[in-house]
C-alpha cells in the first residue's frame, strides 16, 4: 500500500509538486502516491483536509489561496509557521493536525545554490501577503543589513513588519510601490507578489536596481511581469522553480524522516 500525499490549492492544475516528491520517494525507495487536489473554497478546504487524515493520508502541501486557513485549523505549529501565521506542509501527530512553514528556508536554500549571499545584503520584498509572511524570518536568520517590504497598501505592509520585527534584530521597514523611486537600490529584490498568477503589471523603478543586484520570483513556470522589468535591467534573475524544489524536500522529509 503505497504512502498518500498530496497538495492542495485553487487553482492547482499547474503544480509540479507530484513529480518532485515523485523524485524524492524514488531516490529513498518509498512507495508514495501524490495528487493534486482543488478546493473550492475555505470551507471545501478544511472539509478535504479532515477527510484526507481520516482515510490514513500521510501529509499535504498547502499552495494559493489556503496557507492561512490552513494555519487556523492546526492544533500545533512550527516556530516558522507562527511567524508567518501561513503552514504549507500539514500531518497528523497524536491524532493533532501539526503545520510548518517550509517556504522561507527553501527560499534561503535556493539562494545559496544560485550562489546568492544573504549576510549584509539590502533585500526588498514586493508584497504584503501570505508569501512575504512566510520568507521574512528565515531571511533574516541569514543576517542581511536590512530588509524592507512594499506592497500597494502601505498599511498592510505595515503590520507585516510590525508582526515581524520583535522576532529579528536586522531593521526592517515598510513602504508603498509609490515610495521606491525615493529608495537606495538593493542587492536582492524578491517578488512575492500575485503578479505573476494574474499577469497585472508591475511597475518598479530602475533606481531599486544595481549592476550587482539579483531578481527572485517566488512564482515558476512562465516570464512574470517581475521577471521581465528585471530582464530590462539587465540583472540576474531566477524564478521559483528552485526554491519550490527545496521547500518540497523539506515537507517530504517532515513526512519521512531519514
Known sequence: MPHHCAVIG????HSRSPEIHAGFAAARGIELQYDRILAADEADFAAI??????DGGRGLNVTVPFKQTAYRLCGRTTPYAAAAEAVNTLWMENGQLCGDNTDGRGLC???????????NAR???LGAGGAARGVILP??????AVLHL????????EAVIASQQPLTAVPLAAYSLNDLARLDAYDLIINATSTGLSNEPLALPANLAHCNSRAYDMQYGKTTPFLAWAAAQQITAHDGYSM???????????WFPL
Do not use: D, M, Y
Not at 10 to 13: D, F, G, H
Not at 49 to 54: E, L, M
Not at 111 to 119: D, N, S, W
Open 244 to 254: 519550490l524544489v527545496a521547500q518540497a524536500r523539506l515537507s517530504f522529509q517532515q
Open 123 to 125: 533585500i526588498l520584498i
Open 150 to 157: 512594499a506592497n500597494r497598501t502601505l498599511a498592510k505592509a
Open 139 to 144: 531571511l533574516c536568520e541569514a543576517n542581511p
Open 49 to 54: 483536509v479532515a477527510r484526507f487524515f481520516a
Open 109 to 119: 536554500l535556493a539562494l545559496q545554490e544560485h550562489g546568492i549571499t544573504l549576510k
Open 10 to 13: 485553487n487553482p492547482i492544475a
